[in-house]
């Protein structure tokens, strides 16, 4: 008789336990928010190039344009940065066989700005010493971080406002939240140029010169960002 005597003791002394995990009254739900927002930044990727049959003129030439482009893009208004630069032969295959037919220089830079008119005088500056490869428009990591913190502080009262609503509607006179997760952050494109924005590789540099000086540019458009908050409270 004392194995089930154990036994009973056991379980009644589970029961407070169990009792107190319970919970009771528990609603779980989500709520959203979402801003749209200008693209305040403007990025280019330039190109600078050279080649020949003598890997001294070659580099002679290069080094011109490259001083020159550096140049023009240090500027306050810019942030240039040089992605990458290498120098290689140029070969010809000829019946399987190998022949170096010359040298060529590439160099390859970033700019972003949030001067628009500054960034596409500098696309119609550098046309004879620099190839724009291609340029888009985003929003900027600061202003990107301002809109997110806004959207925590809205969608967080939006949450209390639900709680507190059901909490009524439910017959409670108050509630008490439980489990609150700041989760997805999500971002759609709404307006701008695209097309225009990438045809730009394509589009020859005099071209793209006389787009800017008829005053008509790529479109920025804007980025609508969202923030979603999910969580449960007891009433």
């Known amino acids: 008789m004392l194995r089930p005597a ?9 029961l407070p336990v169990a009792a107190e995990s319970l919970n009771y009254n528990i ?12 693209r305040d930044t403007m990025t280019a990727h330039f ?24 140049k023009i893009s240090q500027n306050n208004k810019f942030k240039a940065e040089l992605m990458e630069r290498n120098a290689s032969p140029r070969y010809q295959y000829t019946n ?35 190839v724009l490869e ?8 600061e202003k990107r971080e301002e809109t997110v913190d806004q959207l ?3 969608v ?26 700041l989760g997805h952050i999500g ?19 005099a071209e793209v010169a006389a787009g800017i000086e008829d005053g008509v540019p790529a479109s920025p458009g804007s980025e609508e960002i969202s923030l979603t908050v999910s969580g449960s409270v007891q009433m």
């Open 187 to 205: 971002n759609r494109q709404v307006g701008g140029d695209f097309a225009h924005a990438k045809m730009l590789r394509a589009i020859p540099a």
């Open 47 to 70: 190109s600078v190039n050279a080649e020949g049959k003598d890997r001294q003129a070659v580099n002679q030439v290069f080094m011109k344009k490259f001083n020159q482009f550096n």
């Open 134 to 141: 291609n340029s888009s428009f985003s929003v900027s990591k």
């Open 27 to 38: 609603v779980e739900f989500s709520e959203s928010a979402n801003m749209e927002v200008p």
């Open 152 to 154: 925590s502080k809205a």
């Open 96 to 130: 399987g066989k190998r022949t170096q037919t010359g040298w060529e220089e590439h160099a390859y830079f970033k700019v972003e700005s949030k001067d628009f008119e500054a960034l596409n005088r500098l696309i119609a500056d550098s046309i004879n010493i620099a």
């Open 156 to 181: 967080i009262l939006r949450f209390k406002d639900r709680a507190q609503n059901l909490a009524q509607t439910l017959g409670f006179s108050s509630y008490k939240i439980v489990k609150l997760n």
């Open 6 to 14: 154990l036994t009973a003791l056991l379980l009644a002394a589970s």
